[in-house]
């Protein structure tokens, strides 16, 4: 019997630890269900922002031999066609029964950014791909933004501003799947009117409520995501940023960058709650120019206050499907909180199947249902299927609870959000 895995939401103490979940009977939990944060599938620029690298991407396993091109990132291994490569999203692989050997091809090709022109080598000897920033190429085309005098903010002019066409309400925030960074956006359209799309945009509906139809909008990072003449940059994307607006930053690190305890005056920055580890923010200290820190139990760390945060979170569709704090759910890399912006107070929850939901007030309104969190500490409402068949697109599987387990219909991929 697979199981589903969730997490314990009893009230934590000061300085909580949320300890990694035992994935060994997690129900066949992807981690395509969730974007990559681990360091180890991100790419590293500490070196120099001219070279990056990270572990060589494969889809499963080692043994293979790759090849990176501007076009196309290829992999290939000897193999049998009745053992298949665990491959994951952006992965397509092939059986050549001549050769006896899987070939697999990954899309987008991996790349650090669109602020230059990159040369890639996948070096199997040491099992990583580096690349090296080609500067004697010429840029790719930015499109067409407006800038401050001094060039350190710029806002996006076409492409609808980097959005998707069509729509509106539009909150967006970058994700790192298969170490390819993408932009995710969600939408609302009046209920049955065209729906948004265009300038590379894949989008599907996702549910529909209070007259509206709520859109999911993906698309690659791409050379129109940053503005003209290089340079590194951390960008924001939404309606309430009138599209996308970036500001420029001076040293480029892995998205989302290492930690840093430099700030600027009047900046916060989203963070994990030392009470319950939920969404807090910490200030900076203008008389020191860092984030404020707090000794508990003999131990340095960030004063991070979710009485600050007043009960907000980012001003992303990702944030309220995470009840606790989760990183790649920030505005924008870093989690710093945008200029003239303090988050948001999610929607309440219709409590309806896949509806993001509360752990610790549940609100989920269907008879036996109950508000599931992932070992991603994604939340949501299940339906009970104790005597009932599931929707499309969904199982019927045993979640585990804190006491208890329960049989709720779950999505097929395990999440209602990514």
């Known amino acids: 019997m697979r199981v589903l895995l969730v997490a314990m939401w009893a009230a934590l103490s000061v300085g909580c630890h949320r300890a990694p979940l035992d994935r060994a009977g997690d129900a066949g939990l992807s981690d395509d269900a969730a974007p990559c944060t681990d360091p180890s599938c991100l790419w590293d620029c500490s070196e120099s922002p001219d070279r990056c690298e990270l572990p060589l991407p494969t889809p499963g396993g080692g043994g293979w031999e790759c090849e990176w091109t501007e076009f196309k990132y290829t992999c290939r291994k000897d ?6 490569p665990s491959f994951g999203a952006g992965w397509t692989c092939t059986f050549d029964a001549s050769e006896l050997e899987w070939r697999c091809s990954l ?17 199997e000897a040491s099992e ?3 690349c090296v920033m080609n500067h004697s190429s010429p840029h790719p ?9 001094d060039g350190e903010i710029c806002k996006k002019l076409d492409d609808n501003g980097g959005l998707p066409v069509g729509g509106g309400s539009w909150k967006c925030h970058q994700a790192v799947k298969n170490v390819v960074v993408v932009w995710i956006c969600y939408g609302e359209t009046p209920a049955g009117g065209a729906a948004p799309g265009g300038g590379g ?3 599907a509906k996702v549910k529909s409520e209070l007259g ?12 129109g995501d940053y503005p003209p003449g290089g340079g590194y940059w951390s960008c924001v994307k939404g309606s309430a940023f009138e599209g996308t607006t970036c500001t420029r930053v001076a040293v480029k690190g892995p998205p989302p960058p290492p930690p840093s305890n430099t700030c600027a005056a009047g900046e916060r920055k989203w963070c994990d709650g030392l009470t319950y580890s939920g969404w807090g923010q910490v200030a900076c200290d203008p008389a020191t120019g860092m984030w404020k820190t707090v000794v508990i139990n003999g131990k340095t760390m960030e004063d991070c206050d979710e009485a600050l945060a007043g009960g907000k979170v980012p001003d992303t569709v990702c944030a309220c499907y995470h009840f606790y704090f989760n990183p790649t759910c920030c505005e924008q890399t870093g989690c710093v909180v945008p200029p003239g912006t303090s988050g948001q107070l999610c929607k309440k929850s219709q409590g309806q199947l896949c509806d993001h939901c509360n752990p610790l007030a549940p609100e989920c309104v269907e008879p036996g249902a109950r508000c599931i969190v992932t070992n991603s500490h994604e939340t949501f409402c299940g339906r009970d299927c104790t005597s009932a068949t599931c929707p499309g697109g969904y199982a019927c599987m045993t979640v585990k609870l804190k006491v208890d387990t329960a049989r709720q219909c779950v999505p097929s991929d395990f999440s209602c959000y990514y």
Request: some cysteine; charged content about 20%; aromatic content about 10%.
């Open 141 to 149: 085309d930015p499109g067409a933004w407006t800038c401050t005098a």
């Open 201 to 203: 945009w894949t989008c």
């Open 212 to 223: 509206l139809d709520i859109y999911r909008c993906e698309r690659p990072e791409g050379p």
């Open 128 to 130: 990583r791909l580096v």
């Open 79 to 84: 193999g049998s066609k009745d053992s298949p």
């Open 107 to 123: 899309s987008p090709v991996p790349i650090p950014n669109y602020t230059g022109a990159w040369q890639c080598t996948a070096d």
